[in-house]
Nanobody, 126 residues
Framework: QVQLVESGGGLVQAGGSLRLSCAAS????????MAWFRQAPGKERSFVAA????????YYTDSLKGRFTISRDNAKTTVYLEMISLKPEDTAVYYC???????????????????WGQGTQVTVSS
C-alpha cells in the first residue's frame, strides 16, 4: 500500500507560480512511477505530467509543456510539480498518483494508477 499526501496548493494571481509537493510512504519510492493529474469543476480528471522512477524520463501533456515541470527526490520520497505563468484555466484540484514502474500501461490514463492522494486545490485569479 502507498500513501500520498499533496501540499502546496493555494490561491495565486494569474502569472504567478506555485510548487506542489507529494510525499509518499508505505513502499519503496524508487519502485514507483509517479504522476500529476488535475480536475477542474465539471470536468474529468486529466493528465498533467509523469516521471519515471529514477527521474530520468518525464512526460507532459502538450499544452502544459514549458510552464509545468515535474521532478522527484527519491531520498525525500517526494515528487514535485513546479508551475509558472499560471492562468485562470489552471484552476483545479491537483492529484498525485503512483503505480509500480513495472507492467504495461499508458501513463496518461487515470486507470493506470493504483494509488492517489486526496488532492490539493489550486486557484488562479485573473
Amino acid at each position: 500500500q502507498v500513501q500520498l499526501v499533496e501540499s502546496g496548493g493555494g490561491l495565486v494571481q494569474a502569472g504567478g507560480s506555485l510548487r506542489l509537493s507529494c510525499a509518499a510512504s508505505g513502499r519503496a519510492f524508487s519502485t514507483l512511477f509517479m504522476a500529476w493529474f488535475r480536475q477542474a469543476p465539471g470536468k474529468e480528471r486529466s493528465f498533467v505530467a509523469a516521471i519515471s522512477r529514477t527521474g530520468s524520463s518525464t512526460y507532459y501533456t502538450d499544452s502544459l509543456k514549458g510552464r509545468f515541470t515535474i521532478s522527484r527526490d527519491n531520498a525525500k520520497t517526494t515528487v514535485y510539480l513546479e508551475m509558472i505563468s499560471l492562468k485562470p484555466e489552471d484552476t483545479a484540484v491537483y492529484y498525485c498518483a503512483a503505480r509500480s514502474y513495472s507492467g504495461r500501461y499508458v501513463y496518461s490514463e487515470v486507470n493506470a494508477y493504483a494509488y492517489w492522494g486526496q488532492g490539493t486545490q489550486v486557484t488562479v485569479s485573473s
